[in-house]
């Protein structure tokens, strides 16, 4: 047998030996981006802390701010995706009025990811363990805001003691994966789209490129006083894509919350959007228009001591768009409760 090792035979490792420099500086840019955009996150974190607390719940930590003192205590739910922020623009000014408390689910905010089913059953369970930790006292006002209305809805099927009133502030149906036009064909094509869409977001963060195009920061013209707590957010290696975890269990958890059949004799405000706010609206938002606010008004059944109020000049993001009436509403709420003047119940009316 013959070995030849001659250059004349080994095109491969003439090409291999020349690669290396190259695959050496490529390795050594992705090692210095991790590591820039890791330090990048720490620094961020600790020029910004947290806001509220964090406490073990199943082994793993959850935070939750809460602010104010009174009674009844509110706990604000907030849409996918969204971090306890959400509520920034609200919760300060119901905190004069009564205790107020935000949290962050698993993956979103500051509350680290998990492993395991994200449907409405896990995160009530989460939820009412955290509220115990952090020595949250009863009785509740539950307030949720898109899918969070479904985590209000199971939340009270499964603990209704202690519940002393409800707020679905433009709440997500049970019903709207197959009742909306379209809705479930988009839903399908989120789910491919967001797992699809998955490693490319990690080499993006992991490897400090998103931080480098500027993807990282938010404009404080939008978020104010809050640019560094979403700055220190942004582009966190261990939390990408972490707040799309209950995408794929979004069906489920609207069979969840379907299961309750009334919230009882509490009072359930419901908060919507204005319908006849259509700019910029696709086809087939203006053909779910009507439907969607059909589920709003069935919503009220669910008490006899309801009452709907529509958001003039708010599209979907209430808490943003119409902060001053969550806020009424919401103060509304809890001054009935402490036998003040009783809302208009039954009615729906566009303020």
């Known amino acids: 047998m013959t070995t030849t090792t001659g250059p004349g035979r080994s095109p491969f490792r003439r090409t291999l030996q020349a690669m290396r420099p190259i695959l050496g500086t490529s390795l050594l ?3 210095a981006g991790f590591l820039w955009n890791v330090a990048v996150a720490t620094w961020q974190h600790k020029r910004n802390p947290v806001p509220g607390a964090f406490y073990s719940v199943g082994g793993t ?7 104010g003192t ?58 009412h363990s955290l509220l115990d930790q952090a020595g949250v006292k009863r009785p509740f ?66 490897f400090g490129w998103e931080r480098l195009t500027g993807n990282c920061r938010v404009s404080s013209k939008d978020f104010g006083g809050w640019t560094g707590q979403y700055d220190s957010m942004a582009c966190r290696p261990a939390f990408v894509d972490t707040d799309e ?18 919230f009882g004799r509490i009072p ?9 706010l259509r700019d910029g609206m696709t086809a087939r938002g203006l053909a779910q228009i009507p439907v969607w606010q059909a589920e709003q008004e069935m919503s009220k059944s669910l008490s006899p001591l309801s009452w709907r109020v529509i958001a003039r000049n708010s599209g ?21 409760l402490r036998g003040g003047p009783e809302p208009a119940f039954g009615s729906t009316t566009t303020e």
């Open 29 to 31: 840019i992705l090692v």
């Open 61 to 67: 930590l959850m935070h939750i701010d809460c602010r």
């Open 70 to 127: 009174g009674s009844p205590t509110l706990v604000l739910e907030a849409a996918a995706s969204a971090p306890w922020s959400e509520w920034r623009n609200v919760e300060p000014a119901l905190s004069r009025i009564t205790q107020v408390c935000a949290y962050d689910r698993a993956g979103h905010g500051w509350s680290p990811p998990r492993s395991g089913p994200r449907d409405a059953v896990t995160i009530v369970r989460e939820l």
């Open 141 to 206: 006002v539950l307030a949720g805001h898109s899918a969070g209305g479904l985590y209000v809805r199971e939340y009270s099927r499964e603990f209704p003691t202690g519940l002393a009133g409800v707020a679905l502030i433009e709440s997500s149906s049970p019903r709207q994966i197959d009742e909306l036009p379209g809705f479930r064909k988009g839903y399908e094509q989120d789910k491919a789209d967001a797992k699809r869409e998955l490693w490319e977001d990690r080499l993006r963060v992991w």
């Open 245 to 262: 975890c209950e995408l794929n269990y979004f069906e489920e958890s609207s069979k969840q919350a379907g299961r309750l059949a009334s």
């Open 268 to 276: 359930l405000l419901v908060i919507t959007r204005d319908p006849n």
């Open 316 to 336: 979907h993001m209430v808490p943003h768009d119409r902060r001053d009436l969550i806020i009424a509403e919401l103060t509304r709420l809890i001054g009935y």
